[in-house]
């Protein structure tokens, strides 16, 4: 859960407006790692303020730009053809800065004088841990979930993941062409840091050999055999899907098989997927799930609600206060480990 002592906290006795009244002069920024749908949630964000006549300002690179002040102004057609691009076009950057009690007050500080009234920000894990920190400290905030990992388990799927999904998906279907012409076994390492959500989907719906996760363990030996046990039903070659997170991730596994190689009996190409899967333009899930999401912050601060994440849930919109979102892994149904096994027969 994100509690005040998650980042150091300060004081602002600025942004104390509720409502819609007092509401006319907004901010949003862009978060952490981009996600596909980042822009169509900006664009919506912009069109819906600028409709109740309020003010609206982007943010550029993220907290840092924050802090240093990079406000730029955005009316509807700044944000003109943005909703099927990838990435983010207001930038997004680390900012180590934010963990302190001085970088948090520069950022309230830049909100206050520039009679911003409320700050949407969209991101994921560490970026709402951020904005956690700047609602404690005064300010109104609206986070939006967006990561393509999808490591916040309130929500049932974050911004920019199922598009990201697709990409991981394609490759892994274009990868298994050339594994089969040539009889080979190719590795796909995903992105997802701790969670294995990218690498369990991906691979369950890519039809993979084998999954290996950071939430279930397993040893070169037994993924080994898996392999080999492939090959003896028949199967000319044989597709790994690896989360970058796992403890044997692409780089250990590929060690282990080459020293190893005479014995274990196959040949191993490895294809690290990277960043790949954030660049791709949004698809419809995305576009429409970033729409919404944009649409909803605007509601929530013309209602005089804020200090909370939205993201989806069961087909719906659902918001969760920032002192009770949890933060923590997303438990994964390894049954569908077991499920893929079987289904790879």
């Not at 899930?285 to 609600?305: K, N, S, Y």
């Not at 069961?314 to 002192?323: C, E, K």
């Not at 997303?330 to 790879?344: F, Q, T």
């Amino acid at each position: 859960m994100l509690t005040p002592s998650s980042f150091s906290g300060v004081n602002c006795d600025g942004l104390t407006i509720d409502g819609t009244a007092g509401m006319t002069h907004i901010a949003v920024l862009t978060s952490g790692g981009d996600a596909p749908g980042m822009n169509a949630t900006v664009r919506a964000v912009v069109r819906m303020g600028v409709a109740r006549g309020w003010v609206v300002q982007g943010v550029r690179n993220g907290f840092a730009g924050l802090i240093e002040g990079d406000f730029i102004p955005l009316g509807p057609r700044d944000v003109g053809g943005i909703i099927a691009q990838g990435g983010t076009f207001l930038g997004t950057r680390r900012c180590e800065a934010l963990k302190t009690p001085a970088g948090q007050a520069t950022a309230l500080l830049a909100l206050r004088t520039r009679g911003i009234d409320g700050l949407i920000v969209i991101g994921g894990n560490g970026s709402q841990r951020g904005a956690a920190a700047l609602s404690h400290g005064g300010a109104k905030v609206i986070g939006l979930a967006s990561t393509i990992d999808n490591d916040l388990p309130d929500f049932e799927i974050t911004l920019g993941t199922t598009t990201a999904l697709e990409v991981a998906l394609e490759a892994i279907d274009r990868l298994r062409v050339t594994a089969s012409s040539l009889q080979r076994v190719f590795l796909v390492e995903v992105m997802g840091r701790n969670c294995g959500f990218l690498a369990l989907m991906a691979g369950v719906a890519g039809g993979a050999e084998a999954i290996v996760i950071p939430e279930s363990s397993t040893d070169p030996e037994t993924l080994g055999e898996e392999i080999r046990a492939a090959y003896r039903r028949g199967k000319s070659h044989a597709i790994v899907v690896v989360a970058e997170g796992a403890r044997l991730n692409a780089e250990h596994l590929a060690g282990y098989f080459t020293e190893h190689a005479e014995r274990l009996g196959f040949e191993l190409r490895i294809t690290k997927l990277g960043h790949t899967q954030r660049g791709a333009a949004p698809g419809l899930v995305d576009r429409m799930l970033g729409t919404r999401l944009g649409v909803a912050a605007i509601e929530h601060f013309a209602a005089g609600q804020h200090g909370k994440v939205l993201g989806i849930l069961n087909g719906q919109i659902t918001s969760v206060g920032y002192p009770a979102l949890r933060t923590d892994n997303r438990p994964l149904d390894v049954h569908l480990l077991e499920v893929a096994h079987i289904l790879a027969r």
